[in-house]
């Protein structure tokens, strides 16, 4: 098993283009997640998903969307890139285990962006 | 609004000390309590605590929770400076999502 892939692992973008960071999962894992890391702030929930088809937004989602097609891929689309938007973004899965707690999340290496 | 809060933010110890980071946390719905251990790249998993008072221990590294005082602490002993890095605390309040703290930076010295 891969676990979580990101791709890519940098990039550098200009004020006001759009990207979509890639990420996936070949685990099978319901619950998928990405997160931005800013120095002194630890990690932020920006988009979430329970499953296929359905996504929801975390604490800082403004200026960035999802989808969630298949289990396998959430990938995170910027519309319009900012300054502040250079961070190193995570994205993470875990699963559900009947009875007990959800797993703990497995993170991808992370892509660190910067806009300029 | 979920909140965790890690202390200290910084710390800089000897080879062979012992240290103990905090990590407080105030959740509308708490589920599990996640430590995690990050050098340059991916947070790794250490721990994950749901019931109070049971200590979960992995070589040098062990954690505890208090869920009646919305506490947290991680201990490492004979610290090593492998061990340096930053420890990310969290909370889970849902199934898919975890609230972070800011990260202790831990630095051992030789």
């Known amino acids: 098993n891969a676990g979580v892939t990101q791709t890519p692992k940098f990039q550098v973008l200009k004020t006001g283009q759009s990207m979509t960071l890639q990420c996936a999962q070949d685990?099978?894992?319901?619950?998928m997640s990405w997160y931005r890391q800013d120095p002194g702030m630890g990690l932020r929930l920006i988009h979430y998903s329970v499953g296929a088809g359905i996504t929801d937004q975390g604490e800082v989602p403004n200026g960035y969307n999802v989808s969630r097609s298949t289990t396998e891929d959430f990938p995170l689309r910027l519309l319009s890139a900012a300054p502040s938007q250079t961070s190193v973004y995570f994205c993470?899965?875990?699963?559900?285990?009947?009875?007990?707690?959800?797993?703990?999340?497995?993170f991808g290496q992370g892509t660190r962006l910067t806009v300029v | 609004e979920d909140k965790v809060v890690q202390s200290p933010l910084s710390l800089v110890v000897h080879e062979g000390d012992t240290v103990t980071l905090n990590c407080s946390y105030e959740v509308t719905n708490f589920r599990s309590l996640l430590w995690y251990k990050q050098e340059k790249k991916a947070p790794t998993f250490l721990f994950m605590l749901?019931?109070?008072?049971i200590e979960k221990k992995s070589g040098r590294l062990s954690s505890i929770l208090d869920k009646k005082e919305l506490f947290s602490i991680l201990n490492i002993t004979a610290t090593q400076t492998g061990d340096s890095a930053i420890y990310l605390c969290a909370v889970r309040p849902s199934g898919s999502r975890l609230t972070f703290g800011e990260g202790t930076q831990l630095t051992v010295n030789p």
């Open positions: 993470a899965s875990s699963y559900s285990r009947q009875g007990r707690e959800n797993t703990e999340a497995f």
């Open positions: 685990m099978n894992h319901e619950y």
């Open positions: 749901t019931s109070s008072g």
